[in-house]
């Protein structure tokens, strides 16, 4: 993948971006010191793990068979998971919508001698040409924080025909059961209804996320161009531990607490 190499590109104008992008840029900002001290360790780690529960690499095979290919991470963050590719022998691109979480991932870049192209913007308007990827992935990234009906049919435009979208997002039954109390668990209650309940906002703070039940995924994603290959519900491991205060192990040992969807765009 040619293109520029650890430059970070400047954003479109703020009048452009949709109201929930900007929120959720300077929500990130705020929120990037946060996530200094786990990027450093994923950073670190010799092998991908994903999730809140740290699922391994061995078991979701979300960077299976990389190496050689043109990657691009959907709201990056720290650009870890993109260091995972690099290391596989991909080539990944990575964009993420905060400048802040963006300055975490240079510096980290520089520190571990791994250099690839990090670029400002929004998974839902990607300033690169057509047809560029093999595989388009997002953890926790453009896959909830950006809107499904933009960022999917980008990830497809920037798709080569037969290329792979992988993404992994909280469990859609987790947030039907999530209370909006900031720093208070998912409960064994159904709290919101599942028609309807598409955009996600909360009263401790200014952010937007994005969940889709799932016949609405899989509707959206055939619409895009691809065919569903796997959806896995993630369950907690025995004696899993979490820093995040909206779910505990028991809940996401009952109930899947995080999906992997697999998808690929149709020749």
Not at 93 to 103: H, R
Not at 167 to 178: D, H, P, R, T, W
Not at 183 to 198: C, H, I, K, M, W
Not at 218 to 237: K, N, R, T
């Amino acid at each position: 993948m040619s293109g520029p190499s650890s430059a970070i590109l400047c954003p479109v104008s703020e009048i452009d971006l949709p109201d929930h992008v900007r929120r959720n840029r300077a929500v990130w900002d705020r929120w990037a010191p946060e996530w200094v001290a786990p990027g450093e360790r994923n950073w670190n780690d010799a092998e991908a793990s994903w999730g809140v529960w740290r699922m391994p690499e061995s078991e979701l095979r979300m960077i299976e068979g990389v190496a050689g290919l043109d990657v691009i991470e959907l709201g990056c963050g720290t650009a870890y998971v993109s260091a995972w590719l690099a290391r596989s022998g991909a080539h990944p691109v990575a964009i993420d919508v905060s400048p802040q979480q963006l300055g975490t991932a240079r510096r980290l870049q520089g520190e571990h001698g791994l250099e690839f192209p990090l670029l400002l913007g929004s998974a839902e308007s990607v300033p690169l040409p057509d047809a560029g990827f093999d595989l388009a992935i997002s953890e926790y990234g453009a896959s909830i924080w950006a809107d499904p009906y933009r960022w999917i049919p980008e990830a497809a435009r920037l798709l080569r025909p037969g290329g792979r979208l992988e993404f992994l997002v909280n469990g859609y039954l987790q947030m039907l059961c999530e209370p909006d109390e900031e720093n208070v668990p998912a409960t064994d209650r159904l709290l919101r209804d599942q028609f309807g309940s598409y955009r996600f906002e909360w009263s401790s703070d200014e952010s937007v996320e994005f969940h889709l039940a799932h016949g609405e995924m899989i509707g959206l994603l055939h619409a895009s161009g691809f065919e569903v290959e796997d959806l896995i519900e993630i369950q907690a491991p025995p004696g899993a531990t979490t820093r995040h205060a909206y779910v505990t192990a028991e809940w996401a040992r009952r109930w899947p607490s995080e999906e992997v969807w697999k998808a690929r765009k149709r020749t």
